[in-house]
């Protein structure tokens, strides 16, 4: 197992569980303690922390509370969510139907798309079309997991290009149901069309365009 390294501030006036509550946010946000993967044991953190086993357990039941970690009793805990906001909208999306995802993401990836087109770098469209060769090479070659991961990709990056952190943070929480939703094509891509015009009115920089892509596109995934 590597070495754990937790930003901790020993002079800071919080209490010591506060510490390390902090300390492992900071593992969580930075993405050096991934969603899906067990985080290290109490005596290894503690080490790492500079505090008692006993703070730790108190530091990982509060993050569990929250919906950032998940205890597996016999197994270890496992990073759930990245953020307060990502644990939130996992709550969530476990209560309400598929047509109220697909709602909440029009809502989101339209508004993306305009604010994309207007705001995106040339480094977001070196992003965009390296994914979407990725998913082009998924369908010829028929790699249905490849082409999942790239079509998630695709929407992550057009939200990323909006370059408004808070949106990017609130679609994190749509993005494992998004994944768990998409199907890989059977013979040929049917959106190829939809996804390209998504990308062309970006690379224009027309927001409107951009808008009506997206919503075109949504349309025709509820379709």
Request: aromatic share 2%.
């Amino acid at each position: 197992m590597t070495e754990v390294t937790v930003p901790l501030a020993p002079t800071s006036s919080a209490s010591l569980v506060d510490q390390a509550i902090d300390g492992m946010r900071a593992l969580l946000e930075s993405g050096e303690w991934e969603v899906g993967t067990r985080i290290p044991p109490e005596p290894a953190l503690a080490a790492a922390l500079g505090v008692s086993r006993n703070t730790v357990r108190e530091a990982v039941k509060a993050l569990a509370h929250l919906g950032l970690l998940q205890v597996r009793r016999g197994d270890g805990t496992y990073v759930a969510a990245s953020t307060e906001m990502q644990a939130l909208m996992h709550k969530q999306l476990d209560r309400v139907e598929l047509g109220h995802l697909l709602e909440v993401r029009h809502a989101i990836e339209v508004r993306a798309a305009a604010l994309a087109a207007a705001r995106r770098t040339v480094d977001d469209l070196a992003a965009l079309d390296a994914i979407m060769e990725r998913r082009r090479d998924a369908v010829r070659d028929d790699e249905g997991a490849a082409f999942v991961d790239a079509d998630v990709d695709f929407h992550c990056a057009i939200v990323a290009a909006a370059h408004n952190p808070l949106l990017v943070e609130l679609y994190d929480g749509l993005v494992a149901t998004l994944r768990a939703s998409i199907q890989p094509p059977t013979d040929s891509d049917v959106l190829a069309d939809e996804h390209d015009a998504v990308l062309e009115a970006i690379r224009r920089g027309d927001p409107v365009a951009a808008a009506a892509a997206g919503e075109e596109l949504l349309d025709h995934v509820v379709r």
